[in-house]
Structures are given as C-alpha cells and as structure tokens.
C-alpha cells in the first residue's frame, strides 16, 4: 500500500476565528429569536444582521433549530460555568450569596439570551432537549448543594435543598421578565435578594466583661 503523502495536519479543534464567528451568530440568533420570537425570526434575519450571505451560515449550522440549540446550551453552560468560578468560596454563606448574585448579573447582562432560553423551550427540538435538560439537572444539583451546605452550616433553616434550588433559580431568574437596565441596578437587585434568602448576618457580640 503507498504511503500517504505528508501533508498539512488535519485539525481536530475549531480555530479561534471559526470559534469567534460562530459566537457572534449564537449571540445574533438570540437577538433575532428574542425581537420576532423563534417562529417569525429566520436564518435570512441572522444572515443580515451580520451582513453575510444565508449559504455562509451553514459553514456553522445545519438548521435554525440547531442554532436554537446553540442558544440554549450556551445559556446553561455559562450559568455552570460561573458554578465553576465559585468552587473556592470556602464560607457557604458567602459561596451562597455570591452564586445569587451571579444569577441575577447574568440574566441582567444577557437579557436576549436567557428570555429566548424561558420564553422558546417549547420550540426546542426533541432532539437536543434530552442533552440540555441533562445539564440543567447537573445545574440543579450542584445549586442545592450549594444551599445544602449554607443550611448545614446554620445560615438558613432547614430545608429541601432541591425546592430550594428551585426557589432561588426561579427569583433570579425572572429578573428576565421585569428587569430594565435605566431603572435597576443589578447589584441592588442582588443585595435585595439575599436579603430575602439570608436575612442580615448579626454583628459579633460584644466580649463579656
């Protein structure tokens, strides 16, 4: 058998500019998806926004359901991905706190993405729903650790920590529905949160005489 010609190496990851581009049309998608809704919204609409022609977006994509796809994995990968950041927070109540105030700043700055992540599920192909529930799970999970261990350590009663999981996911991440970037300020809305989750830390007392 001849020997094959040495040549140029096949590459098995992405270049940082495929990376890029594909970036810049998962973030358009979502500004698409999140101004005409999934069903109005096309690949013509992406297409414009970024000034290139349809067939150029299939370098990148097979469909617009796959972009939707994209969409929605970005969004639960980022929201693990900022799980990952606070692995060092040793203090469970700060580690708490500072996973609400994550939420709430993440959803605040990518309003597009997470309103097309709630408002566009049902338009989620069966397909991919399996993989991104199944990171959703792993999210869930690891919140009501999180909430687990401030519980065990007596900064909140006892409780269910996945109903709590559930609890603080849901007040974070409704900001979606309500925030506006002229009115609120996301560290404020993240302080009144905690607020609410962790009431406020007594001072020390004072040494006995």
Same mark, same amino acid.
Not at 34 to 43: C, E, I, P, V
Not at 135 to 153: L, N, P, T, W
């Given at each position: 058998?001849?020997?094959?010609?040495?040549?140029?190496?096949?590459?098995?990851?992405?270049?940082?500019?495929?990376?890029?581009?594909?970036?810049?049309?998962?973030?358009?998608?979502?500004?698409? +998806?999140?101004?005409?809704?999934?069903?109005?919204?096309? /690949? *013509? !609409?992406?297409?414009? $926004?970024?000034?290139?022609? #349809?067939?150029?977006?299939?370098?990148?994509?097979?469909?617009?359901?796959?972009?939707?796809?994209?969409?929605?994995?970005?969004?639960?990968?980022?929201?693990?991905?900022?799980?990952?950041?606070?692995?060092?927070?040793?203090?469970?109540?700060?580690?708490?706190?500072?996973?609400?105030?994550?939420?709430?700043?993440?959803?605040?700055?990518?309003?597009?993405? +997470?309103?097309?992540?709630?408002?566009?599920?049902?338009? /989620? *192909? !069966?397909?991919?729903? $399996?993989?991104?529930?199944? #990171?959703?799970?792993?999210?869930?999970?690891?919140?009501?650790?999180?909430?687990?261990?401030?519980?065990?350590?007596?900064?909140?009663?006892?409780?269910?920590?996945?109903?709590?999981?559930?609890?603080?996911?849901?007040?974070?991440?409704?900001?979606?529905?309500?925030?506006?970037?002229?009115?609120?300020?996301?560290?404020?809305?993240?302080?009144?949160?905690?607020?609410?989750?962790?009431?406020?830390?007594?001072?020390?007392?004072?040494?006995?005489?």
């Amino acid at each position: 058998m001849p020997r094959r010609r040495p040549g140029r190496p096949r590459l098995t990851e992405p270049s940082p500019e495929y990376r890029q581009r594909l970036e810049e049309i998962i973030e358009t998608g979502a500004q698409v +998806f999140h101004d005409r809704g999934y069903d109005a919204g096309s /690949l *013509d !609409d992406v297409a414009a $926004a970024l000034d290139l022609r #349809k067939a150029s977006l299939y370098h990148y994509l097979r469909s617009k359901a796959q972009l939707l796809y994209f969409i929605f994995d970005r969004a639960i990968s980022l929201s693990l991905q900022r799980l990952d950041e606070m692995a060092d927070i040793a203090d469970p109540r700060e580690r708490l706190a500072t996973l609400i105030a994550h939420q709430v700043r993440m959803v605040a700055e990518e309003p597009s993405l +997470f309103s097309v992540f709630f408002d566009q599920r049902p338009r /989620l *192909d !069966d397909a991919f729903e $399996a993989e991104i529930r199944q #990171k959703e799970r792993a999210y869930v999970g690891r919140i009501a650790a999180i909430v687990q261990s401030a519980a065990d350590a007596g900064e909140l009663p006892p409780v269910d920590a996945r109903h709590a999981a559930h609890a603080v996911l849901g007040m974070t991440s409704w900001i979606y529905k309500w925030f506006d970037p002229v009115r609120d300020d996301p560290d404020r809305v993240a302080e009144t949160m905690t607020s609410l989750v962790l009431g406020q830390r007594p001072p020390p007392s004072a040494p006995s005489r």
